[in-house]
């Protein structure tokens, strides 16, 4: 029998030449005669350590990493695929400590085999949430849903059971019943990528998600708008959707029960505002991305104005879960309304970043320092941006709050998609807060005043605090434009591009009068 070996196929690790290493692997075993079957798996969400290499043993799976291209002849002659004594090995996969201390329940799966197989998906569990869904009357599946704690995980924290049940209360127009699931998997924050690493790594889980809310609403008809800069999650997507729909998961008879659900596949337009969920929606209609006015909510008149579920990737995976597992079980993790795990992205200047999975409450420093490791230059850190670029950067002194929805909330602060950005000392905090202004001007859609002028207004005077000019009127000037955007503006993107200028200027002041 052929020795496995795992080699990623993420984006992340092809960035990082994981497609030269397989290549390598497989022509340095032919020429050695030892028989190796090289899988591509799904990342463990492990960047630092990308490309990370398992090999399946008797005991369990032995890794190396981070490797690249031209570490491969060394491994061989080290030993490997066999035990090799090489600077790169790092023993038993579930022993590395950065993923021993976590606790996954939404991407348990994520990296334990190819993510395009769906016998490899059944294998894992796959499927025993639908199979449960499929003998529960759908009031029974938004029960459990609103039961587990649900909350939406694109940013909003809206709670999904809420949402589900507006839906499957809405009356439909006139003689067309239809309904709708849509799948915002348009992940646009700067350092995030949950979504796209779930799509990459355990796609079915996502059509599983999907296929649930759909039994749940009367929606027989889904979508997925997908950021147009993921190539790869088309590409498993495409292929996903294609198997499931072979294999009776997808289609007019769902595993034979005689219900129906479809998904179709749509690229995004290319623009951040349509993130959020109103102009999604007029993006898919095929309108130019701009936000609605609420009332009416999507809930009630959402896609071609009709009763519409909109949730993002992360919240429809872990439907799956909830299903499977029950909403005791889901509800077990997590604090206080802040229930489940919290799948963090850590980037920025950080020694060890990547997807880190544990239950909703964790702090700040323990991101920091257990996971990250501290900054990647050396130097200490000197603020941290959670949320996403329109998140508040907290200083040292807010490093221990808990990482649950009230408790930041308490600070002024958000924990939105749960991107994880650190800083060190040679940041220029007033060059950060102009990036907030700058980042809104360039992506609003312009429907309302406050967002539109007030980002280029705001960028101008933040220019004239920054040049020393009338430092005090202009800054007494800029607090009365944020405070406008905040009251104003129809949707967050404008409504909170002033909470990181506030934060940056309240915390870090003297990067504002140098």
């Known amino acids: ?17 994981a497609d030269e290493v397989a290549d390598s692997i497989s022509k340095g075993a032919k020429g050695r005669g030892t028989d190796v079957e090289v899988i591509r798996n799904g990342s463990r969400g492990a960047v630092w350590l990308e490309p990370l290499l398992e090999i399946q043993t008797d005991a369990g799976r032995v890794a190396f990493g981070p490797v690249a291209p031209g570490d491969v002849p060394g491994l061989f002659e080290a030993g490997f695929p066999g035990e090799a004594d090489h600077p790169l090995s790092l023993g038993p996969v579930d022993e590395i400590p950065w993923l021993a201390r976590q606790q996954r329940l939404t991407f348990v799966r994520a990296g334990l ?9 059944q294998a894992l569990d796959g499927f ?32 999904t059971g809420i949402k589900w049940q507006t839906v499957l209360d809405a009356e439909s127009d006139g003689e067309n019943h239809q309904k709708y699931i849509v799948c915002n998997a348009d992940e646009g ?30 929606a027989s008809e889904g979508f997925i708008y997908l950021r147009s800069e993921y190539p790869h999650c088309r590409k498993a997507l495409e292929e996903v959707i294609s198997r499931a729909e072979q294999a009776a998961y997808l289609g007019d008879n769902i595993c034979g029960s005689g219900k129906a659900f479809r998904i179709d596949l749509r690229i995004g337009a290319g623009a951040y ?22 009332p009416p909510l999507p809930a009630v008149k959402g896609l071609m104005g009709l009763p519409t579920v909109v949730n993002n990737v992360l919240s429809l995976a872990a439907v799956s879960t909830v299903l499977a597992k029950g909403a005791a079980a889901y509800r077990d993790f997590g604090t206080g309304r802040s229930r489940g795990t919290l799948t963090v992205q850590l980037g920025g200047n950080i020694k060890r970043g990547g997807l880190v999975e544990l239950p909703l409450g964790a702090t700040v420093r323990e991101l920091l320092e257990d996971f990250g490791g501290g900054t990647a230059s050396g130097r200490p850190a000197r603020a941290i941006q959670v949320g996403g670029p329109l998140g508040t950067y907290l200083p040292e002194s807010q490093w221990d709050v808990a990482l649950d929805y009230e408790a930041l909330a308490g600070i002024g602060a958000m924990l939105g998609h749960g991107g994880v950005v650190v800083f060190d000392d040679t940041v220029d905090m007033a060059q950060q807060a102009r990036f907030a202004m700058e980042f809104c001007a360039g992506e609003s859609c312009g429907k309302c005043t406050p967002c539109r002028v007030g980002s280029v207004r705001g960028l101008e005077v933040i220019d004239r605090v920054i040049a020393g000019r009338e430092r005090e009127f202009n800054l007494a000037l800029l607090d009365d434009l944020c405070s406008t ?15 990181p200028v506030r934060s940056a200027l309240e915390y870090f002041p003297e990067d504002f009068s140098r």
Not at 147 to 159: C, D, H, I, Q, V
Not at 200 to 205: G, L, R
Not at 276 to 294: A, N, P
Not at 487 to 495: I, P, V
């Open 128 to 159: 025993k949430g639908l199979e449960r869904a499929l003998a529960l009357e759908p009031q029974a599946i938004v029960d459990e849903i609103t039961e587990s704690g649900l909350r939406g995980r694109g940013g909003a924290a809206f709670p």
């Open 273 to 294: 505002i349509c993130g959020e969920e109103t102009s999604l929606l007029e993006s898919l209609e095929g309108k130019r991305g701009m936000i609605r006015f609420k």
């Open 189 to 218: 924050d700067s350092g995030t990528f949950a979504d796209r690493l779930l799509m990459e790594s355990d796609p079915y889980q996502l059509i599983e998600g999907m296929i649930i809310a759909g039994l749940a609403v009367g």
């Open 1 to 17: 029998m052929a020795l496995r070996i795992f080699v990623p196929r993420d984006a992340t690790a092809c960035a990082l030449g």
């Open 113 to 121: 085999g190819d993510p395009l197989s769906l016998e490899n998906y």
């Open 485 to 499: 955007m905040i009251d104003g503006s129809l949707c967050a993107m404008g409504g909170l591009t002033p909470y």
